[in-house]
């Protein structure tokens, strides 16, 4: 089967870094992407890895190492409202998302 | 109307009743989704239009359906609403059916009573 796996929750301090991770078994693999979902609102595009390496954009950072079925999403001087649940999601060889479960993030003062 | 819109945002329903939620969208994209999700769980896919004509069954479509009349507008309909099908309902939509970024309307929160 399918699977996607994220941790369900951390918490870290406002200022700090974090690293997200996720490890992924899918039929086929065609890029993996990570969104954030505030509580309450639909989920927003953060990041697309297709290759393998680190891709960074402002304060977010993503990783992909296709080899180990593993990325980890990098959020460097956390700010409050960074609080949300980050979700990982990888492209199957049908072209279709498949979803983990959601990394909710508590940043604290 | 700007991006994805879903309507109702909320609804309380009595088990048994049939149901549409209507999705909107006005990027002219080809591809669009319906998910429910869960608490626990990641988003599920129920049904998908590469381009309009046509649907496809995600990994839960048992219980609803789907049409796709025309680019814009994706309705998933509840023939008959049951408790299990108590959630949050998103739909999305993307550029094409090869899937790149997808963008989500805000949501319905669906209560089956």
Not at chain 1, 17 to 23: D, H, K, M, Y
Not at chain 1, 71 to 88: G, R, V, W
Not at chain 2, 47 to 56: F, K, P, Q, R
């Amino acid at each position: 089967g399918q699977n996607i796996d994220q941790p369900t929750e951390m918490t870290a301090t406002e200022g700090a870094i974090v690293q997200i991770n996720c490890t992924y078994q899918t039929s086929g693999f065609n890029g993996l992407f990570w969104y954030q979902q505030h509580a309450g609102e639909a989920p927003t595009f953060l990041s697309y890895n297709v290759l393998d390496g680190l891709e960074e954009k402002g304060r977010f950072s993503s990783f992909l190492s296709r080899s180990k079925g593993y990325s980890y999403l990098l959020l460097k001087e956390l700010q409050m409202k960074d609080s949300a649940s980050y979700l990982c999601a990888v492209r199957d060889s049908n072209y279709q998302l498949i979803w983990g479960a959601g990394t909710k993030l508590i940043i604290k003062p | 109307i700007a991006g994805i819109t879903q309507a109702p945002t909320s609804q309380i329903l009595a088990a048994g009743r049939r149901m549409t939620l209507r999705c909107t969208q006005d990027m002219r994209h080809n591809a669009m989704y319906w998910y429910r999700q869960d608490l626990g769980l990641g988003l599920r896919l129920i049904h998908y239009s590469n381009t309009a004509g046509t649907t496809g069954k995600g990994e839960v479509p048992d219980g609803y359906s789907v049409s796709r009349a025309n680019t814009d507008d994706f309705p998933l309909t509840l023939a008959s609403a049951v408790p299990s099908q108590t959630s949050v309902y998103f739909c999305a939509s993307s550029p094409t059916g090869e899937v790149t970024e997808a963008f989500f309307g805000q949501g319905t929160r669906l209560t089956v009573v």
